[in-house]
């Protein structure tokens, strides 16, 4: 099967690379060391219209699901962290309200999203509820034709500088009606919401900053990844704008981005991966020891080697996998298989990456223990490698 990459591609790559290499790299380290939302980045991205890439005209580019990798890699090549931020706007961040939301909510949120202007975040994991998100606490319920959420959420992305929150909530046994969202004053096309059964009937809320009993907390301090700012959010009876989509619905919608949620995760992974090998296959071409290059020594050549197939392999599987989503397969199992292998092969790469540095691997001058700390995030996010093994698992015939 073919694939090289079309002229298009090749060209959304080169952009992306460029952005990295001029504008991103010089900013990774000062970005780690004194941590702070990459704004002046995450403008930029929009201009390349990277928020847009997989939404479909006007609003969006309708990039395909391998060109989208294709410039996740390169930004997470950059800086992990600047990654992180930006792919949680375009892909999570504003995928429900691009679903479901219509008129003034699309003009004053999503379209300025689309180009930096406003930031989105999704809150699901709770306390108690990681990856187990039937365990959500977290409720909704209709009181004078508003929905109010409370509960509490962790591990926020880009929380604290965020405009508006897209919020998994339970609404078993919430009294029903018919809800209206703003837009839709006067009757329009509101959402009946009939009663459930369900013990764990989960349902989407957007909620904007600023709304009543909203309150962002603590912010997490994290080894890696430390300008995407990660926070606590809180809601006590916090009204929402809106209900997104259908009441009860939520874990099916989710279900429909996942497996791009964890294509993407691997893309960040390897982008990772490839600027620790190119940092150690740099270094070992100028590094010398007894008089000649540390790269003619077979124990670099073979740490070397090991990096180049596993950033092969991982690319080949998630393009697989992101190819197949475009062609509108079944892809559940591919993802899983491409999320846990290009994580952990990243993961690999940048400790044998350091390796080849050896001492100057541990020390803040270079950038390898900056990889080792954040390649970690993509062990994570997305799923851990520990469920997906149980999800591939699941998946073998």
């Not at 931020?85 to 003034?104: D, I, K, N, R």
């Amino acid at each position: 099967m073919d694939f090289s990459l079309s002229e298009e591609q090749q060209a959304i790559q080169a952009t992306f690379r460029r952005f990295a290499d001029r504008e991103i790299r010089p900013q990774a380290r000062d970005l780690d060391e004194n941590p702070r939302f990459p704004k002046e980045l995450f403008l930029q991205a929009g201009g390349l219209g990277f928020f847009g890439m997989r939404y479909p005209p006007p609003e969006g580019t309708g990039a395909d699901i391998v060109t989208y990798v294709l410039a996740v890699e390169e930004i997470a090549r950059g800086s992990l962290a600047v990654a992180a931020a930006c792919t949680m706007q375009s892909l999570m961040g504003t995928y429900f309200v691009h679903q479901f939301a219509e008129g003034e909510l699309r003009e004053r949120l999503f379209l300025p999203a689309l180009r930096g202007e406003k930031i989105g975040a999704i809150c699901m994991t709770e306390p108690n509820a990681g990856s187990d998100l039937g365990a959500i606490s977290t409720r909704a319920v209709e009181r004078d034709g508003r929905w109010l959420v409370t509960g509490q959420k962790t591990w926020v992305t880009s929380a604290p500088v965020a405009d508006f929150f897209t919020v998994f909530a339970r609404t078993d046994g919430a009294s029903a009606g018919e809800f209206t969202s703003p837009e839709r004053a006067g009757g329009a096309g509101g959402h009946s919401v009939p009663p459930r059964k369900d013990a764990k009937e989960l349902s989407i809320f957007l909620v904007e900053r600023g709304a009543a009993g909203l309150a962002v907390g603590r912010s997490i301090e994290k080894m890696g990844v430390r300008a995407s700012l990660t926070s606590e959010v809180s809601f006590i009876e916090t009204p929402a704008t809106c209900l997104l989509g259908e009441r009860g619905k939520g874990m099916e919608y989710l279900r429909r981005i996942l497996a791009e949620i964890r294509v993407m995760t691997a893309a960040l992974a390897i982008g990772v991966g490839r600027a620790a090998y190119q940092d150690a296959l740099t270094y070992s071409k100028e590094r010398r020891q007894f008089g000649r290059p540390i790269a003619e020594f077979q124990a670099v050549q073979a740490h070397l080697a090991e990096m180049a197939v596993d950033l092969e392999a991982a690319r080949r599987l998630t393009h697989w996998a992101a190819w197949r989503s475009d062609q509108k397969m079944q892809n559940e199992t591919e993802a899983n298989m491409a999320k846990l292998f290009a994580s952990e092969a990243a993961l690999r790469v940048c400790d044998r990456a350091a390796r080849v540095f050896a001492s100057y691997g541990f020390a803040n001058d270079f950038p390898i223990q900056r990889y080792l700390r954040d390649v970690r995030f993509t062990l994570i996010g997305g799923g851990t490698s520990e469920i997906l093994r149980g999800n591939i698992a699941k998946g073998l015939k």
